[in-house]
T-cell receptor
Framework: KQEVTQIPAALSVPEGENLVLNCSFTDSAIYNLQWFRQDPGKGLTSLLLIQSSQREQTSGRLNASLDKSSGRSTLYIAASQPGDSATYLCAVRGTSGSRLTFGEGTQLTVNP | GAVVSQHPSWVICKSGTSVKIECRSLDFQATTMFWYRQFPKQSLMLMATSNEGSKATYEQGVEKDKFLINHASLTLSTLTVTSAHPEDSSFYIC?????????FGSGTRLTVV
């Protein structure tokens, strides 16, 4: 059974800092991995999708890497802003079926 | 990108009544949609997978008679919470798989009083 772990559970940084969120998964037989952002009381917004054959994806100030063999992904946020404050969720899709397995999330606070 | 529209955003209902939540894929067809429940400060819990034209697949511990799912077309799935009770109060979110990965609705906050 796939298990996804995110570290840290919470992170508070001053504005302008670069930061890294970590995601690890136990079963390396994945189809893809997706990073989401969730604001309080809202749905999930997809940030980056990495296919199993890819090593990284970039969108603006965000960069996500994937090391399938070691079961790890990182989300790098450059020059953080208060508007980046949210909960970030990592989700893995396995090779069999279409189910997503979520981590517990990292709650990020960027202080002005 | 792909968009999933979910309605209503919030609903308050009396105990014993039923509530229907709609999830629509606006610019793509979704043969499969997923329904999640989220408790405060917790991650998403998959409740069921709805399949267009066939019966939904429910996760262990989810009452299929309590949470009725209908996926009558390639763009619409509905979740009906029947005979709602206060313990059903929660945040419900749907999602569908598109060419851009999984796309989520904006969620429905259900409060049963």
């Amino acid at each position: 059974k796939q298990e996804v772990t995110q570290i840290p559970a919470a992170l508070s940084v001053p504005e302008g800092e670069n930061l890294v969120l970590n995601c690890s998964f136990t079963d390396s037989a994945i189809y893809n991995l997706q990073w989401f952002r969730q604001d309080p009381g809202k749905g999930l917004t997809s940030l980056l999708l990495i296919q199993s054959s890819q090593r990284e994806q970039t969108s603006g100030r965000l960069n996500a890497s994937l090391d399938k063999s070691s079961g790890r992904s990182t989300l790098y946020i450059a020059a953080s802003q208060p508007g980046d404050s949210a909960t970030y969720l990592c989700a893995v899709r396995g090779t069999s079926g279409s189910r997503l397995t979520f981590g517990e999330g990292t709650q990020l606070t960027v202080n002005p | 990108g792909a968009v999933v529209s979910q309605h209503p955003s919030w609903v308050i209902c009396k105990s014993g009544t039923s509530v229907k939540i709609e999830c629509r894929s606006l610019d793509f067809q979704a043969t499969t949609m997923f329904w999640y429940r989220q408790f405060p400060k917790q991650s998403l819990m998959l409740m069921a997978t709805s399949n267009e034209g066939s019966k939904a697949t429910y996760e262990q511990g989810v009452e299929k008679d309590k949470f009725l799912i209908n996926h009558a077309s390639l763009t619409l799935s509905t979740l009906t919470v029947t005979s709602a009770h206060p313990e059903d109060s929660s945040f419900y979110i749907c999602s569908a798989d598109s060419n851009y990965g999984y796309t989520f609705g904006s969620g429905t906050r259900l409060t049963v009083v």
